[in-house]
């Protein structure tokens, strides 16, 4: 188990983890845990609700110095699997919506925050927040499709447990990039994906259409492909699930 800093509230695990590594040597792999963000943010911007101590809100540095700037949307991939990997020990129906959020059927269960620094061409540090629903049960935000382990299960669970299972479940997929094995996390990746069969609703910014997922670009690009054949690609917040 990799250095765990466990704090009791903070404004967000990833702003403390990167104050952290302005001011001293940090060890790869360290986490920064708390029972409560004042301040969380998922992606977009947008605020992470969680009640105190209910749920798993934490962050890691790695340093994937071994990966290129233009290859840096394997460290979501495989962060999204080992997430996957895990909470699939405590139920079915657990997928990947590109790029990173993780659903349970057509819920949300957890969110990923991912900070990389560049150094040159390659990354020299990366950030990753971490927020999952584990024993939250009733949800006030505006969010639309929030879900807990709990309310899927009925059951409450040792946050510290997971955390130390999906810690080395990080690095085991973690271990396959830094040897330059990123083809099976991107084939784990795709076929772990949220609404990977069939055409589905998305929206473009102007309107709606049916498209089904046709492959994920090393560089995170979403290829569609719509009822009339024709392919369209989409960087991260250009396209839109409607759910």
């Known amino acids: 188990m990799p250095p765990v800093i466990h704090l009791e509230e903070t404004f967000s695990t990833n702003t403390y983890l990167k104050d952290l590594l302005l001011k001293q040597d940090v060890e790869e792999g360290t986490i920064i845990y708390s029972d409560y963000q004042s301040a969380g943010k998922g992606q977009r911007g947008n605020n992470w609700e969680s009640e105190h101590g209910k749920n798993l809100l934490f962050s890691i540095v790695l340093y994937p110095t071994m990966i290129n700037a233009n290859e840096q949307f394997i460290i979501s991939q495989f962060i999204s699997l080992a997430i996957k990997d ?16 993780i659903y349970w059927k057509e819920k949300k269960i957890c969110g990923i925050l991912i900070e990389n620094a560049l150094l040159e061409n390659k990354i020299s540090q990366s950030v990753i927040g971490i927020g999952i629903n584990i024993n939250q049960e009733r949800f006030i935000s505006e969010v639309p499709n929030p879900v807990s382990l709990k309310k899927i299960t009925g059951n409450s669970y040792d946050l510290k447990e997971i955390l130390t299972e999906l810690a080395g479940q990080i690095q085991l997929h973690y271990g396959y990039v830094k040897e330059g094995n990123f083809n099976p996390i991107v084939q784990q990746y795709k076929d772990s994906l949220f609404r990977s069969k069939g055409y589905h609703l998305y929206h473009d910014g102007v309107m709606d259409f049916l498209a089904k997922i046709k492959d994920i670009k090393p560089s995170g690009i979403l290829v569609l492909e719509t009822m009339e054949g024709v392919e369209r690609k989409f960087a991260f917040k250009e396209v839109k699930y409607i759910i």
């Open 86 to 101: 895990t909470l699939s020990k405590y139920t079915d129906n657990i997928t990947i919506k590109w790029p990173n959020d």
